[in-house]
């Protein structure tokens, strides 16, 4: 049976990944090849210097104003933006809430989910649980609890994290992003051949979609242009 894979370079503590997530879902709901794509979470640390969880005391608005040098009524503009944006597909995106924090070990919780088969759901688990309810997603315990939610065993969770495991698989998963020049998330790769860089809308996904299914040419295709992202230096 002819298979197409779809691999998606995110991270948790991003929420343009979100909604391209939510985008590809749409796109994927209406190609009518639906039943043979795999899509694969890849890792992406947005900030791999970040504490575990980061102070609480200070507001996302107040964080991006200095990230970005700029007024805080232009960040909470930009929070606004986003916000909109995420409601319109769906998502509730709370600002309000986020607690900052290392993704690394979600990374690897969320290859360990790979090899399980429930890497969409825990997946999904994660990005709500950050975007949405606030959780403290560069906590151990925390993660143990959400991926247990979403199907993995806790015992094994616990186990993963406790050691190094899968950090050679989110460290491999870097590397590629460096050597394809991803330098923001989400960054979509249909077939191994096209590549899709930002939350694009629904349409031009399917678009790819169908082009990577229909065509069987030996060379790379070019990438798209690009849509909103989040990069090192913050989300656009």
Same mark, same amino acid.
């Given at each position: 049976?002819?298979?197409?894979?779809?691999? #998606?370079?995110?991270?948790?503590?991003?929420?343009?990944?979100?909604?391209?997530?939510?985008?590809?879902?749409?796109?994927?709901?209406?190609?009518?090849?639906?039943?043979? #794509?795999?899509?694969?979470?890849?890792?992406?640390?947005?900030?791999?210097?970040?504490?575990?969880?980061?102070?609480?005391? #200070?507001?996302?608005?107040?964080?991006?104003?200095?990230?970005?040098?700029?007024?805080?009524?232009?960040?909470?503009? +930009?929070?606004?933006? +986003?916000?909109?944006?995420?409601?319109?597909?769906?998502l509730s995106l709370r600002f309000d809430?986020?607690?900052?924090?290392?993704?690394?070990?979600?990374?690897?919780?969320?290859?360990?989910?790979?090899?399980?088969?429930?890497?969409?759901?825990?997946?999904?688990?994660?990005?709500?649980?950050? +975007?949405?309810?606030?959780?403290?997603?560069?906590?151990?315990? #925390?993660?143990?609890?959400?991926?247990?939610?979403?199907?993995?065993?806790?015992?094994?969770?616990?186990?993963?994290?406790?050691?190094?495991?899968?950090?050679?698989?989110?460290?491999?998963?870097?590397?590629?992003?460096?050597?394809?020049?991803?330098?923001?998330?989400?960054?979509?790769?249909?077939?191994?051949?096209?590549?899709?860089?930002?939350?694009?809308?629904?349409?031009?996904?399917?678009?790819?979609?169908?082009?990577?299914?229909?065509?069987?040419?030996?060379?790379?295709?070019?990438?798209?242009?690009?849509?909103?992202?989040?990069?090192?230096?913050?989300?656009?």
């Amino acid at each position: 049976m002819k298979k197409l894979r779809v691999d #998606v370079w995110s991270d948790i503590a991003c929420p343009w990944c979100y909604v391209g997530k939510r985008r590809l879902e749409a796109a994927l709901a209406r190609f009518p090849h639906r039943d043979a #794509v795999e899509v694969v979470w890849r890792a992406f640390e947005l900030d791999p210097t970040a504490k575990r969880v980061v102070d609480a005391d #200070v507001s996302y608005a107040e964080r991006l104003a200095r990230k970005y040098g700029a007024p805080l009524a232009k960040a909470e503009g +930009m929070i606004r933006h +986003m916000t909109d944006v995420g409601a319109a597909d769906g998502l509730s995106l709370r600002f309000d809430k986020v607690r900052p924090g290392n993704t690394f070990d979600a990374h690897r919780v969320l290859h360990l989910a790979a090899e399980r088969g429930v890497q969409g759901a825990v997946k999904e688990r994660l990005l709500r649980a950050y +975007m949405t309810e606030g959780e403290a997603i560069g906590e151990p315990e #925390v993660l143990v609890r959400l991926a247990g939610e979403a199907g993995l065993d806790p015992a094994e969770v616990h186990a993963a994290l406790a050691g190094d495991a899968y950090t050679r698989e989110v460290r491999a998963d870097e590397a590629e992003a460096r050597a394809l020049g991803v330098t923001g998330v989400p960054f979509f790769v249909f077939a191994g051949r096209y590549g899709v860089s930002g939350a694009q809308p629904a349409e031009p996904l399917l678009g790819v979609l169908q082009q990577a299914w229909d065509e069987a040419a030996d060379e790379p295709g070019e990438a798209l242009a690009e849509g909103a992202a989040c990069g090192p230096e913050g989300c656009a």
